[in-house]
């Protein structure tokens, strides 16, 4: 009897050993996936943005052309356009730092 008391200690004691590795090891996979999903947020954050900017910049394009009626035109039409988009981010920004100043 003691030595079938003993065996299933052991067992036992074996099993939790495997048990506690095998919890280590998917700690270890889990640790990896975090940082891999924290590394694809961020590329998907830039490709968003970098999304973003292209459509502005075919609004921008697409303005410009329906403004201009020649080459001389669609330069200075660009010109106004390009000073209206900073001064419109610059207000952003300004709103964006302070919102209590609306």
Do not use: Y
Not at 34 to 61: A, M, N, P, V, Y
């Amino acid at each position: 009897m003691a030595n079938s008391a003993m065996s299933l200690f052991d067992e036992i004691r074996e099993k939790i050993e495997s048990l506690g590795n095998r919890l280590e090891m998917e700690r270890k996979k889990n640790a990896v996936l975090q940082t891999e999903t924290e590394i694809l947020r961020k590329d998907l954050k830039d490709c968003k943005k970098e999304l973003e900017q292209s459509q502005k910049k075919i609004e921008f394009l697409t303005l410009s052309h329906q403004l201009a009626s020649s080459p001389q035109a669609l330069a200075d039409a660009r010109l106004i356009i390009s000073e209206m988009i900073r001064k419109i981010d610059s207000a952003i920004s300004l709103i964006k730092k302070d919102p209590g100043n609306i």
